[in-house]
């Protein structure tokens, strides 16, 4: 996997190419942990769009808003130096990246950012996890989605970490206040969602070859392709 700067010292991975659009995907909390998304970001690449995987860190000051607004503004620089709509960027976050996902998707119009789609993997919730855009929880009560991008959500079957309840709750909670999703389950604990395992000694993922970690992922990035491939969705009345 390539590396490259999306700003001056941060660090982004770079798999393929953006035959079929760009998808911009977060790891969850930790400091520079872009590694952690690399079995995603190869499988994504292999289904014919450009993978982008920035470093960030969620233990900064601003809880790491910078960075991942920043790593926004690269993806979309991408597409549109590719020929692409850059409002057709895919976002898609796990775990904690999964939060900010929602928050960016939530408050996309006031930050006047487009999105092709978004993907929640095992995204964290409640009220003392804070999103990395926003920098309080999610909240209760979502803005109304109708005419936005469409949200697809997923969540790993043994996961302990973001259990299944935690994440069909946030899906129920976007789906109420009118956004479009789907809900899907993956055989999976936390790491595996997206093809890695957990070294509970350095307490970092690591890349896994065991077949049902490598199945898990797959079936993620065929989610992440979909929404690459998705038509916009239709516009709200105003």
Aim: contains cysteine; aromatic residues 4%.
């Amino acid at each position: 996997m390539d590396d490259h700067e999306y700003a001056p010292g941060r660090r982004v991975l770079v798999r393929g190419t953006p035959e079929r659009g760009v998808v911009l995907l977060w790891h969850g909390r930790g400091v520079d942990s872009s590694s952690w998304m690399g079995p995603l970001a190869d499988r994504v690449a292999a289904r014919g769009a450009l993978a982008l995987a920035p470093d960030w860190s969620s233990e900064t000051p601003d809880g790491g808003r910078s960075d991942l607004l920043t790593s926004v503004r690269y993806a979309r620089e991408q597409a549109s130096g590719a020929g692409l709509d850059p409002d057709r960027v895919v976002v898609a976050g796990w775990s904690l990246g999964g939060t900010a996902a929602t928050s960016l998707a939530v408050h996309s119009e006031r930050l006047g950012v487009g999105l092709g789609g978004v993907v929640l993997i095992a995204p964290a919730d409640g009220p003392g996890v804070l999103d990395g855009i926003s920098g309080g929880p999610l909240p209760r009560t979502l803005p109304r989605g109708e005419g936005r991008c469409r949200i697809d959500v997923l969540y790993g079957q043994d996961d302990t970490s973001t259990p299944p309840d935690q994440v069909s709750g946030l899906e129920l909670r976007l789906r109420a206040a009118g956004w479009t999703t789907s809900l899907q389950a993956v055989a999976a604990d936390h790491g595996e969602i997206v093809g890695c395992r957990y070294d509970a000694r350095r307490e970092v993922y690591r890349p896994s070859e065991e077949a049902r970690a490598r199945a898990a992922a797959d079936q993620v990035a065929d989610v992440v392709a979909a929404a690459v491939s998705r038509p916009p969705a239709p516009s709200s009345a105003s």
